[in-house]
Structures are given as structure tokens and as C-alpha cells.
């Protein structure tokens, strides 16, 4: 990623024609009441509307690219330049620039199946070889063998990068910002007819026009300023829905997610994307149940267990509407989640929801789990019968540290990945590793997510298991290989490092780490009698574990050193502040952070470090200091009341 501030450039005339859009979109009544996706305004005619191709000789001043004004930033990440005010109007965050990779990558190999179906054959630069992809498992073989003989007698049309086909897919950014995701899929993502760019702010849309102009990939690209919700509830029409709906909110995306499922194409991909981490991960279960009618945990398992509840959300959410959804990828990577569903129509299908979502047991104590189905399905034959579940799955406390458990859930217990589709772009990634700034991060993240047992929900991790127990933490390796030689599946998880995801039952795990104490003992006379370390070490083993390290143990993301998990990319890279439409983000954040840090630790008693701001009795009216009151001072003397 490259930054540029433009100090000073000539006024030309197209700079003067970019300040007259940008006033009028700013006050136009087109404007407030927002963009159509096709149909530009009337007073603004250089906003959204598809200019002449590059080298046509017919181009007038309006199509010329506009430069950057005094104060703006040029942004450069992938192919796209983009302009950003010096106001910071609107949200930028270079740290999700891995997401907007991932994203082009997911993308690119779904339209390479899809256009497959239609006769078109993507061009990718870079690409050696052409990967053929195949999602669809509804096409037999008749189907496939009239495609390749009618591909026969037909040369195949190609579709590059840049330009426009008429039999391409359409991509909606429903909140789009700056427009830098909308501006990189049209120059780095063959195979598209259109790309619908919109936010809710008129600044953002006249932003996103102007960076379409100035990467002069206008001709693809439409500037919409609606509510989202409002226009995917627009495109709801068979006709009429996006084949791709991108939804990277600040935030929680929860009220755009009823729109999204309703206005995707049969077979199209969903790409949703959660920052609201911190009501995801436990600390909040009644706000995640509001949002996404799933309680949260906290525990070491969180990063996983939120990627399964918007699954969870997502397919509830389609099944009002008989359709179900297919993830094809979901990652949980620096302080978001990203989930790739395809979103299908199907009756039948639909009824298998309520088997696929299971509640979970969690221990307060020991930190064991256990998965609860909400329905059985049962296949015999041609004949499904569907089922309550039975349960629960423990008993009133924990037959291990005899703790209670928690309740949440409810979460998606299916796979979370398609491995074929995961390997697929990984095989495209790997060879052009040219084509992204982040190649090796993505080739590390989905490596990881290829080795990822995917009937094992959730997972454990080595530090808790030996934090229960108050002894030391076991090698990774020396833990997975007495799974292993127990007769276990076990990988590690994208989502932590420390991870464990095995098919092994919490009581071979705890076998385990008695194994592991005798070799390396705790004090156990200083252990409480009611503690789940006393609990769990006063029970004799059932197993004899043998951590003499396998081969297999080291799985080859792992022995390759890719890049899992990377260190933080700069100071203070996590969320940053919402954009603000009247006065940009406050320079002066990260000063505010730090002030705020322990500021209920190590309290000053001098005067002059106390806080300035009036006390009670200033807001009462009836403090004595006046304008000198401040948050503490000598409270006013008491005065006697005697009588004489």
C-alpha cells in the first residue's frame, strides 16, 4: 500500500468540473434521497454514469480523469488508486487490506465456476493455467456432456480483467465507503457485467465516483447512494438479484443480513463481514441473542464458536425465505470475522436447518464441551424422517470437575469450509503469489484452514488445558501426538494458535494431562478440595498416554513456516474510529486512548492532576466556587444554624 498527499496541482478544468459534482452532491435532493443503482440523478449527470472506454477518440473533458485536489491522499493498494479527503469523511482502515485480498481471491474462482456454466472463460494475468472450478453438484452428466459438446463447435468467450461482459456476474458493495473494494473488483476481478458501489452517505457517493473516474473504470463501476437494506429489498426479483453481495459494516452487519439472503441469485455468494468481535466472543450473550438470535461464551474457543453463530444467523435468516446457505470459507483473523456463504432456494433442503444447529454445554470449571442437536434426521433409503433431539448430553454438573455448565449457542455444527473450493483458490493464490500484496498470508491462512478437521466443532487449547490443572503447558507437538497414538484425529485451528480440534472425548483429553502431571507434578497440598485441579487429578487415568512425538504430528502448514499468524502489521492497528459526516475522525484519538488507560489505577491526590470538569453541586446550581468549580475541591463550610 502506497499514501501520496497532493500539495499542490494545476487548476485545470476537470478539477473545477470535480468541485461542481461534488457540491451538487452534496445538495442536491437527488442525493438525500439516495442514488437508484442504475439510474443516475438528473442534475448531476458525471456521478455513476458509464463513460466511453479508455482510447476512444470521442472523449470529452468531463471523461478525463480527475486529479487529486490540495490535501488529498492518494491510497494505492493492489491495482486501485483512490482519493481520500485530508477530512478523513470516510472510513479507511489500511489494516484490512488481507480481507480485500482474500476477498478478489473468492471471488475470481467463484465466477470461474459460474461463467464456466455460461460459456465464458475468465482470464486472470498472471495465471499460467487455467483452474476449472466446479461448485455445482446439481449438473449430471447429460448436462455436462451437451456443455462440452456445444463448447465444442463454439470458441469459448474470454473475459479479462477491466472489461465489461455481458454475461459476466454483478457485484453489489452495499456499504462501500470510498469505494477502494468496488474500484479493486472491477480492475482486478474478470468475469463482471457491473459493480454497484453504495453507501448512505452523500459524500461517500460522490467519492466513489470520482475514484471510479480517476482508475477509469467507470464504464463497470455505478455510484448509489440508498440504505443498503432498502436496495437489496429493491432487487429481490429473480431478474433482478446480484450475483455477489459484499457487506463489510462497521460493526455489527445484522440489519442487513434479512435484505442480503432475499436479494443474492440462486447459487450466489454472500461475503459478510463482523467487527462487533466483543459481542460475539462472550462479553455480551443477551446483545449477540438480540442481533443474531445466538447467546455468546466466553471461552478460549470464542473466535470459532462466533464464526458459527452468523452462520447459524445467516441460515435462519434464509430459511424464513426457503433458502439455506453453503459456507464456502470462514476465517476469523485479527479482530473481525469474514464468512463466503452461497445462498441456494430448496424446500426440502431447508428442513435439514434445524439438524444442522446445535446448542453447547460449556464447563465453568474445567472448560470441557459438549454439542446438543436441536433435531434429528434420519435418512433410510429414499425416505427422511425428521426428529426431535434427545439430550442433554451431561448431567447436572461436570462429571469431571464437577462444576456447572453454561448454556449457549444456538450455533452452526457443520462444516464451516468448502475444502474443495478452499483449495482451489489456495492453488490459484500460490501461483501467481504476484497478483496480492498479502500472497503469503493468505497461502499461510488457508493452508491451515485445509488441515482443519471439519466434523470437530470448536476447540481446545494447550495453555487452558494446563492452566485447569496448574501445571506446566505440554509441547504442541508431545499433546497431539498422545491424540494421535490414542487413536484420534486432532489438527490445529486458524483461529487461535494454541488451538486443538480433535474428534476425542473431554475425558481422553483429561487421561491426558494426568499422564502429563505425573511427569511433571504439581503441589497438590496447596490445591483447594473444591478446585477442578483437585477434582480432576484425584481420578486415576484410564489410559496411558505416550507423548514420544510422530511424524504426523507436525502438520506440513506448520513445517513449511508459512504465515499463520503474523504480528500486529503497525501501533494501533485494530478498529478505528467511525467516520463522521459532519467533522471527519478526531485527530486526536490515540492521545484520548492513552489518557484513558488506567485511569482507575494510581489516582493522583494533587490537585492539578484531577479532572476539570464541574462537580454535582455545579450542576445544581449551589456550588459556591462558580467558575473556578472543578470535579474535586474542599466542600464549603458547614455553616451553624443556632437559634438565639
Known sequence: MLVRTALHFPRHSCVASTRRILHRCAVSPAFSRGLRSMDPPKDAPNVGIPCAPAGTSDATAADTPPEALRGEMVVKEGKASILFPSANEVFYNPVQEFNRDLTCAVITEFAREVLAQRGVKVVVPG?????????SEEMNETEAQAEEKSGAEEPPVTASVGEKCERGIRVLEGLAASGLRSVRFALEVP??????????????????ARNATYNSVDHLLQASCKDASMLMYEKRG????????????YGSPSCFLDAAVQAVSEGGLLCVTCTDMAVMAGNSGETCYSKYGSVSIKSKYCHEMALRIILHSLDQRAGVYQRYVQPLLSVSVDFYIRVFVRVFTGQAKVKDSASKQALVYNCVGCGSFHLQRLGRRTVSGKHTKYSPATGPPVGPSCEHCEQRHQLGGPIWAEPIHDFDFVQKVLSAVSGNPERFGTSKRIQGVL?????????????????SLSSTIHCNTPPLLQLRSALLHAGHRVSLSHACKNAIKTDAPPGALWDIMRCWERSNPVKREKLSETSPAFKILSTEPKLEACFTVREDANPQSRKRHLTRFQENPQAFWGPKARAKASGGISTDLQDKRKKSQNKRKNQSAESTQLKSFPCKRFKQGKCTHGEDCCYSHDPPPKQDHTLE
Open 447 to 463: 493452508s491451515m484452514v485445509t488441515e482443519e478437521l471439519e466434523d470437530a466443532p470448536l476447540y481446545y487449547t494447550a495453555d
Open 127 to 135: 495465471e499460467t493455467e487455467r483452474v476449472v472450478v466446479s461448485l
Open 191 to 208: 468475469g463482471l457485467q457491473s459493480v454497484t458501489a453504495n453507501d448512505f452517505s452523500a459524500k461517500a457517493a460522490a467519492l466513489i
Open 238 to 249: 429473480k431478474k433482478e438479484r446480484y450475483d455477489v453481495i459484499d457487506l463489510d459494516p
